[in-house]
């Protein structure tokens, strides 16, 4: 489960992220701040970029509201932590039962899996997207990707949206050799952090 163990925890950690960010603000003028911060803090900080996630940080401060319920924005501090566990283990599930490749070969079989989904935010995340940069992880099974959507960001203005997909891709290019080394007790503190910044009470 060690692997599974990492992804899920730097999930958890990067929707933490995206939930203290939007409660400093989610006004238009903050949306390109927020997600130029989010950026930075997964490449810097985390030493991982999330696609998936990020896909949800553009739809919050995008100002698509529907999504911050993802992030538990409304719900009860002693039910912030199950929502995000819970949105983490969802992308995941998505992400891992979608990548038939992966699957076969772990799996050493054919496998052809589907995901089946009534949560249409979720569904969302994965539906419609304008770039993708996909990198064999090789051994340990990591698929690394940058996604953004239809630009139905009513925050974010395409001019800023291109400049943005830009920058991503040259991370990507001035990262593609880097191996991401999963440093479980820097992210287990973030975590921790992170979770006193946004009130989430210990359990």
């Known amino acids: 489960m060690a692997p599974v163990n990492q992804i899920l925890k730097n999930s958890y950690c990067t929707l933490l992220k995206i939930r203290s960010l939007a409660t400093k603000g989610l006004s238009k003028n903050m949306a390109e701040h927020n997600l130029n911060i989010l950026v930075d803090w997964m490449t810097t900080e985390l030493d991982i970029f999330r696609g998936a996630e990020y896909k949800l940080g553009m739809n919050i401060f995008g100002g698509n509201t529907e999504f911050r319920k993802m992030i538990g924005l409304d719900s009860k501090p002693t039910d912030v932590k199950k929502k995000l566990k819970g949105t983490a283990w969802d992308m995941f599930h998505c992400k891992f039962t979608a990548n038939s490749f992966r699957l076969s ?20 995340i994965f539906q419609n997207f304008s770039l993708e940069i996909v990198k064999d992880g090789g051994e340990d099974f990591v698929t690394s990707f940058v996604m953004t959507s239809d630009f139905l960001f009513p925050h974010l203005d395409k001019s800023f949206l291109e400049k943005n997909n830009k920058k991503l891709f040259d991370l990507f290019v001035e990262r593609r050799n880097q191996q991401h080394v999963f440093n479980e007790e820097k992210v287990d503190k973030m975590i921790l952090e992170l979770e006193i910044e946004n009130s989430v009470p210990n359990s």
């Open 105 to 124: 070969e772990i799996l050493q079989r054919s496998l052809y899996p589907f995901f089946l989904t009534s949560d249409s935010n979720l569904f969302k």
